[in-house]
């Protein structure tokens, strides 16, 4: 299959849930997807077009925010992007975990970075912050004030 | 200077801990001991275990996870111990000063004898370094807290060289 015939089939399979189709380059493919249908596609890309997951990335854009999954077609040489938009008054998407047992640590990372709810996530618990770090404080959130009273943040010169 | 600093300063063994750094530190660490800078002709030694080390070489902006364990690394060090602090990271966070993870420069969790600064410092910079601390410490012995000459001074440092060759 090349590759224009990967995104046809990805176009015509999901009709209805594709939001937006944006070829920014041919080595790069943004498609804004419905919340919902998050599984069925990332199951299709992953199982039957046999791509690799590479990473998501969580964005905080003010109005929303957002999870890119980036699924890499080796033999086309090209990195497709599966982006969904959450409000910021529902953080709440289905686990990848599922699927691919890739997207388990992703997941927890963004959960405790950004405070992204993953239903269905078999182990939420934090990946890289501190025992100590309070609940409900998200370090990669536009908002974030510091919390810490005792923290220095002058060079002391 | 006790018989203890004296013997310490002979071969100081170092031992060398990253706590959060891009490794590019760690890099230039592992450049002096290779031949072309060869730190081992002063006696020093990389140590693998922090009970036989007399320097502990600290790189890296230290992360919240990080501060309990510099800590208890520092405190299972035998005393007396130097700590020289590598790269900008671990002089004062550099770039990350105002990270949500970094909220402590290193010479406020323990004593830091000398910094090295440099992003990352060259090898050369880091020999310059130690052989500061070690002629800081030599000086004590021979001046005896009295004031020397700058001309003394600077005989006692070649000499403080000559004899830790």
């Known amino acids: ?157 | 200077m006790g018989i203890k600093t004296r013997a310490l300063l002979k071969s100081p063994w170092i031992f060398h801990m990253s706590t959060g750094s891009c490794n590019n530190c760690d890099i230039e660490v592992l450049d002096c001991l290779t031949p072309r800078f060869d730190i081992e002709r002063f006696g020093m030694l990389l140590a693998g275990s922090i009970k036989h080390a007399d320097v502990l070489v600290v790189t890296g902006a230290a992360t919240r996870q990080c501060i309990p364990k510099i800590k208890r690394v520092y405190e299972q060090m035998p005393k007396p111990c130097f700590v020289v602090a590598i790269g900008e990271c671990a002089l004062s966070r550099g770039l990350y000063i105002q990270s949500y993870n970094c909220p402590t420069p290193i010479d406020k969790i323990i004593p830091v004898d000398v910094y090295i600064p440099g992003c990352p410092p060259k090898p050369e910079a880091i020999i310059a370094g130690i052989l500061k601390l070690i002629n800081k410490v030599s000086d004590h012995r021979v001046t005896d807290g009295s004031e020397a000459s700058p001309a003394a001074r600077n005989e006692v440092r070649t000499r403080g060289i000559m004899e830790l060759r």
């Open chain 1, 1 to 157: 299959m090349n590759r224009q015939e990967t995104l046809n089939n990805i176009r015509e399979k999901f009709k209805g849930d594709i939001k937006n189709f944006l070829e920014r380059s041919p080595k790069r493919v943004y498609i804004e997807i419905d919340a919902n249908a998050l599984i069925p596609i990332a199951t299709y890309i992953f199982k039957d077009l046999g791509a690799r997951f590479n990473i998501a990335s969580g964005l905080d854009t003010r109005q929303h925010f957002e999870i890119l999954y980036h699924f890499t077609f080796e033999a086309l040489d090209m990195i497709v992007s599966l982006r969904v938009i959450l409000p910021r008054d529902k953080l709440e998407i289905a686990s990848l975990t599922c699927v691919f047992e890739g997207a388990n640590w992703i997941e927890r990372e963004i959960n405790e970075m950004l405070g992204i709810k993953f239903t269905g996530h078999p182990d939420l618990r934090r990946l890289l912050l501190p025992e100590d770090w309070p609940e409900g404080v998200y370090p990669l959130r536009r908002d974030y004030k510091e919390w810490d009273p005792n923290a220095i943040r002058d060079r002391g010169v």
